[in-house]
């Protein structure tokens, strides 16, 4: 018995070293696939993209579990030759852990290329990915982008969600794919910007029902949401699942500006478009970027994205709802809110039973945006309550509110903006690349507000070149109230960290500064103009001696003319620790040329020097 | 007469929320894993809420309580809760029709469950005040559903 084993094992020796002598004789490997067919497949870019190569030769994943070969004996060949291996692998105790299981994109492509059926690669039932995946024929996924949040670093330039539209499912209730750093549980504000500059979260694809997304956005942040369907073929969008479907839970290098989520969204739905939509080498991406280059992308011809569906936040629900009421409706409104021991159906029992609706859904929403939800003396909430039990005592009638925005992503300029002009002391060349103030806020953008990063001036003059400018970050956070009800919030603030020149009349004299601004702000005009006051304090000077400290007031006025003019004027007094003062009055008008360029117009008068400076440039965005 | 009646229906919704009855919040651990200190936990519930690792078992509840779409429909409840009472006053809205889907309500079945499930909230939510929870507010809406159904 013992011969006839050892007499096997020769046998099976001899026939591996036939084998491997084949492969090396006739260049195939153990399936008997050609080495040029493998060679070439395992070069095809969107196989690299299923590996996360999406640049050069090394994976993005950090996640070693993705790769099914060691870290340092990767390639896109021995990772095509152990997926091969991986597909024809017995079933394990837990299916859904099979190769085909967790790798069904690159199941997918490489089915479409190779004869699996000649390989003896049998397909294997995925319970769980069969499930996820149980889609609509026809946009299979949705896009949805998340407008900039301002009370969160993390937020400020949007957000992006896929949606994956499940068959047999409510639309709050599909799965809903999101991108995030994993940050940990009470991190320091200050640790989470730098950590998430510098690269060190990890950060993956998770998935969960929309409706917690949207209740977040919607209800918390006050964040518009706009979805739009991705109209891919079957077959492309069935790719783009399964290729998440991978990476679900997967870790990555998470960078702040250009390794977000707007990044590996892109990367993930442009495995199968013709153009790449992002480059490796940009410094910054961001989400309203990915939907505008998504917009203007096509696919077999035709566009990749379908009309947009908006989401309207709680604050702007309200906002059009106050909007649409007539004179009469708008002041019963405020009588309740001013009075809210008249929210009965008593006190509008004189009135029609359309205009009934219409005070108490815009009276919820009132209640429902300014109470403190967590402060059980805030009577708000009892009030909240009563709006919501009168309208259980009207008969059955949806709200009748169509809500609508301009305001779409998808639309607008670039996020980056590229200048040069001149003023009374040179000529003038600068890059903003991001994002908007309050003269172009526009689509996805919030009015009158103001974001913007990393910002330089150089100033030509006299044949020398200086740095004239610098913001590293510049913050404005302008409050509407438009329905001027107790409660509507008009608080507003700024930040602003850089530096600029010491007096108008100098472009050598740069320095340091920081300001910071706490004040209130009231809107006119449909909410086209604001008018804006500040308590300021901040730092402004080339040394680090108290003398540079100071406080200050700042009155601002921003009025959005039309969707062509704008105008911003600032009057800014600062008093210094070292008892001397300066006031600077700024008028700043801006005129959209064309979708993708823009002209301004500046003037400055220095009180304390008495001096005044005009400038002028012409923008362009990218 | 009617106040009465009103009262009466109100104090069985409340009660059987907090005591007996199918209860997926207490039986389940929905409540207790989701909101544990009822106040901070619910702004990150959307980060830490993960679907069926919340559900364990309890001597009390029936087999049916925690069960996926009893659970699943619990979830949602609490997690839409201002927006799903606000649909059901208008008798209409996306966060209704999602509730409705999710509990595997037929279309013929919607209006009069709407109508049931409308006047059964109308009437709990006459107990709440100021220091009702939102697990509490949650409990009732899910008992006035399951009556409803």
């Known amino acids: 018995m013992r011969g006839h084993s050892s007499l096997a094992s020769i046998f099976i020796c001899m026939q591996n070293l036939v084998k491997s002598l084949c492969l090396l004789a006739f260049s195939v490997n153990v399936y008997g696939i050609d080495k040029e067919i493998l060679n070439h497949l395992s070069t095809d870019k969107q196989w690299l993209k299923l590996l996360t190569v999406y640049d050069g030769q090394i994976p993005k994943v950090t996640d070693g579990a993705f790769l099914l070969t060691a870290k340092n004996e990767f390639s896109s060949l021995n990772e095509l030759n152990a997926t091969l291996e991986s597909f024809s692998m017995p079933t394990p105790e837990d299916i859904n852990q099979h190769g085909q299981c967790r790798y069904p994109a690159r199941y997918t492509f490489l089915e479409r290329k190779l004869d699996f059926k000649k390989l003896g690669i049998e397909k294997v039932v995925c319970p769980e990915y069969s499930q996820f995946t149980d889609v609509n024929e026809q946009n299979q996924l949705s896009l949805v982008f998340a407008t900039g949040f301002l009370g969160n670093p993390a937020s400020y330039y949007g957000h992006l969600l896929l949606n994956v539209n499940q068959k047999n499912k409510a639309d709050l209730d599909k799965a809903s794919i999101n991108f995030g750093a994993d940050v940990p549980a009470n991190e320091g504000i200050l640790a989470y910007i730098v950590k998430g500059i510098d690269g060190s979260y990890d950060s993956s694809f998770t998935t969960q029902p929309f409706f917690y997304h949207f209740n977040n956005y919607n209800e918390t942040e006050h964040r518009d949401l706009w979805e739009y369907p991705i109209a891919l073929a079957p077959e492309q969008s069935e790719l783009v699942l399964a290729h998440l479907w991978e990476l679900i839970n997967v870790d990555f290098q998470y960078f702040f500006f250009n390794r977000n989520c707007a990044y590996f969204m892109a990367r993930a739905i442009e495995l199968v478009l013709d153009e790449d939509i992002i480059e490796d080498t940009k410094l910054w991406v961001g989400p309203q970027e990915v939907i505008q280059k998504l917009h203007s992308s096509s696919s077999k011809g035709l566009p990749v994205l379908g ?46 039973l359309d205009a009934k609706y219409r005070i108490i859904d815009t009276l919820i929403d009132y209640y429902q945006f300014v109470r403190d939800k967590e402060n059980k003396q805030d009577s708000n909430n009892i009030y909240y309550k009563n709006a919501v039990m009168l309208r259980y005592q009207l008969p059955i009638a949806a709200a009748s509110q169509d809500f609508h925005s301009n305001n779409a992503p998808a639309l607008g300029r670039g996020i980056s903006r590229s200048y040069i002009g001149f003023n009374n002391l040179g000529t003038i060349i600068g890059v903003r690349p991001s994002y908007y103030d309050a003269l172009d806020a526009s689509y996805g953008h919030i009015k009158h507000a103001e974001l913007k990063m990393g910002e330089f001036e150089i100033i030509i003059d006299s044949g020398k070149v200086n740095l004239y400018s610098v913001t590293l970050l510049s913050i404005e956070s302008i409050k509407q109230n438009y329905t001027s009800l107790p409660g509507d919030e008009n608080s507003s603030w700024f930040l602003t960290v850089g530096g600029e020149q010491e007096t108008i009349d100098c472009s050598n004299c740069l320095m340091p500064k920081v300001e910071l601004g706490k004040g209130i702000s009231y809107t006119y005009s449909k909410s086209n103009l604001a008018l804006s006051g500040f308590a300021t304090a901040g730092f402004k000077s080339d040394n680090l001696e108290s003398n540079g400290l100071f406080a200050g007031a700042q009155l601002k006025g921003s009025w959005l003319i039309s969707d062509t003019f704008s105008a911003v004027a600032t009057l800014n007094h600062k008093h210094f620790l070292s008892n001397t003062a300066s006031t600077l009055l700024q008028i700043e008008q801006r005129t959209a040329l064309t979708q993708t360029a823009d002209l301004r117009l500046s003037w400055s008068h220095d009180f304390k020097i008495d001096d005044s400076k005009f400038s002028l440039n012409i923008g362009y965005y990218w | 007469m009617k106040k009465n009646l009103l009262a009466a229906l109100a104090l069985t919704f409340v009660t059987s929320a907090n005591a007996s009855g199918p209860n997926p919040y207490s039986d389940c651990g929905i409540g207790a894993a989701i909101f544990p200190t009822q106040s901070a936990a619910a702004a990150s519930s959307n980060i830490i809420w993960d679907l069926g690792v919340t559900a364990i078992t309890s001597a009390t509840m029936s087999p049916e309580t925690c069960n996926a779409k009893n659970t699943k429909v619990a979830k949602f409840i609490i997690e839409s809760f201002d927006s799903l009472n606000e649909d059901t006053a208008r008798g209409e809205g996306q966060h209704l029709n999602t509730l409705l889907e999710i509990a595997e309500v037929s279309e013929e079945q919607k209006g009069d469950v709407v109508a049931k499930l409308r006047a059964n909230v109308a009437v709990s939510m006459t107990e709440f005040n100021a220091k009702t929870t939102k697990v509490e507010k949650s409990q009732a809406y899910y008992t006035a559903l399951m009556t409803a159904i």
């Open chain 1, 307 to 352: 009309p947009v569906k908006y989401h309207p936040s709680r604050q702007t629900r309200l906002y059009q709802r106050f909007a649409s009421l007539n004179d009469t409706e708008k002041k019963k409104v405020k009588q309740i809110a001013l009075a809210p021991e008249e929210l009965t159906l008593q006190s509008l029992a004189h009135m029609e």
